[in-house]
């Protein structure tokens, strides 16, 4: 059968095993220690990364916040642009007095009566007999009354405001508003 060989012709054989499991064990090793050092290689850049990505969470953090606050100040501003607006066009829109009598001024000189002028300029009865009143003496279809200087006896004065009183009634005035003016001018 077969013999088994001596120890000693199998010496070269064990140390030559030996030899390339000690080789092997050292490549294994090494590789090891490179795979170590890359692996760690790794986690210092997923650290970094990490700590990269919270900053960048916290700057847009900070971005969203300056946004909001940039987003509120911009609706304040666009309510404050559309007010301004709103009022620029109330103010367009609206009738001055000087506008107002210029356009009754107007209409009285193309013939409006006081009713026209109290609608459309949106005048008191009172302001629209005066226009029309003062529209007529300017044109010279009304005589102007003297103007009386110092006072006269009280008899006078009660004749003179009747006469303006009845006067006024003649150029379509309201009564009241002549009486009360011609009571006033006697103080």
């Not at 490179?34 to 916290?58: D, F, I, Y």
């Not at 969203?64 to 559309?82: A, P």
């Not at 009386?148 to 005035?173: V, Y």
Request: hydrophobic residues 40%.
């Amino acid at each position: 059968m077969f013999a088994l060989p001596s120890f000693e012709s199998l010496w070269p054989l064990i140390a030559a095993g030996m030899l390339i499991l000690f080789v092997l064990v050292l490549v294994v090793l090494r590789r090891s220690v490179v795979v170590t050092a890359r692996l760690e290689a790794q986690r210092q850049k997923l650290r970094h990364s990490e700590k990269e990505l919270q900053k960048a969470s916290k700057q847009l953090v900070e971005m969203r916040s300056v946004v909001i606050g940039l987003g509120q100040r911009l609706t304040e501003q666009l309510e404050t642009i559309q007010l301004l607006e709103e009022r620029v066009i109330e103010l367009e829109n609206a009738d001055t007095d000087g506008r107002l009598y210029s356009r009754a001024t107007k209409m009285v000189q193309l013939g409006a009566d006081i009713n026209e002028l109290i609608e459309e300029c949106e005048l008191p009865k009172a302001e629209a007999e005066l226009m029309l009143s003062l529209q007529k003496k300017l044109a010279g279809k009304e005589a102007i009354p003297p103007l009386q200087r110092g006072l006269h006896t009280s008899a006078a004065n009660r004749s003179s405001s009747g006469s303006r009183h009845n006067s006024g009634q003649q150029r379509g005035l309201d009564p009241s508003l002549v009486s009360s003016r011609s009571t006033s001018r006697m103080r």
